[in-house]
């Protein structure tokens, strides 16, 4: 039998396509939402499970495209998805991380989708180091891709009531091996430079902190706040990561 019908947006992304899987296997009734940017670029031969997939940017999302669907829960995980992309257009990154996510939000909220888990980022809190970061740890953010995921929270967190649950996940720098690889990404970037100029190369100095995750780590916590109880994850955010897992670049 067929578990709860999930939207993920992002579906066709690094995360989303080791993610879209896995739910899949856990049983779950999965729709996909992407501007399919990336869709072609497989790293492999992988052969995807069929599922319903949206091609639409999420800035152009209509209530319409929820209405009578039965979603039991988005997970949003579009977004552009790092420092150095956000600070090439700063408004566009605001446009599609802040504005689309809450719009996104409140459309769930009024169609009655009663959970919406949000792709945040542990870049929210700014500057660390090798002391471990709690929930309860200000925010400060450094760039325009980290406020853009501290506006989100904020207006996503306003929407919450007994009748829906939003969860912000604040993911470390991820990785590991996807269908649909990034490599600007610090472990993949070295292990790319690693397996194409059999050298492993450091951009800089090397002394920069980087708190990180594994990819399929990051999809079974997704997967583990979708089987939670409401009271356990209700409008709260979660630090997805290790405190072991916490590295300066050059070691």
């Known amino acids: 039998m067929k578990k709860s019908k999930i939207?993920?947006?992002?579906?066709?992304?690094?995360?989303?396509?080791?993610?879209?899987p896995m739910?899949?296997?856990?049983?779950?009734?999965?729709?996909?939402?992407?501007?399919?940017?990336?869709?072609?670029?497989?790293?492999n031969d992988y052969i995807f499970p069929?599922?319903?997939?949206?091609?639409?940017?999420?800035?152009?999302i209509e209530e319409n495209d929820l209405k009578e669907k039965s979603y039991f829960a988005i997970v949003h995980l579009a977004a552009l998805s790092n420092?150095?992309?956000g600070m090439l257009d700063e408004q566009l990154t605001y446009d599609i991380n802040y504005k689309a996510s809450v719009k996104l939000a409140t459309f769930a909220k009024r169609?009655?989708?009663?959970?919406?888990?949000?792709?945040?980022?542990?870049?929210?809190?700014?500057?660390g180091g090798s002391y471990a970061l709690t929930e309860d740890s200000s925010s400060n953010p450094q760039t325009a891709y980290g406020k853009s995921k501290v506006y989100a929270e904020q207006g996503i967190s306003k929407l919450a009531d007994e009748n829906f649950s939003p969860v912000f996940m604040r993911n470390a720098t991820a990785f590991g091996i996807s269908p649909r690889m990034r490599f600007d990404?610090?472990?993949?970037?070295?292990?790319?430079?690693?397996?194409?100029?059999?050298?492993?190369?450091?951009?800089?100095?090397?002394?920069?902190w980087r708190p990180l995750v594994h990819v399929k780590d990051i999809s079974r916590s997704i997967i583990a706040i979708?089987?939670?109880?409401?009271?356990?994850?209700?409008?709260?955010?979660?630090?997805?990561?290790?405190?072991?897992?916490?590295?300066?670049i050059k070691n």
């Open 111 to 127: 169609v009655g989708i009663s959970r919406f888990i949000f792709a945040s980022s542990c870049s929210l809190y700014g500057q």
């Open 23 to 43: 739910l899949i296997k856990k049983g779950y009734n999965v729709v996909g939402l992407d501007a399919c940017y990336y869709s072609e670029g497989n790293l």
């Open 50 to 60: 069929n599922y319903n997939l949206i091609n639409k940017d999420i800035r152009d």
């Open 7 to 20: 939207l993920v947006t992002g579906s066709e992304g690094y995360i989303g396509s080791v993610l879209m």
């Open 226 to 248: 979708l089987d939670a109880k409401k009271e356990l994850i209700h409008n709260q955010s979660f630090n997805i990561g290790d405190n072991n897992e916490n590295y300066q």
């Open 185 to 208: 990404i610090v472990v993949n970037n070295l292990t790319g430079f690693a397996k194409v100029d059999h050298e492993i190369k450091i951009i800089g100095d090397g002394k920069p």
């Open 83 to 85: 420092d150095p992309l």
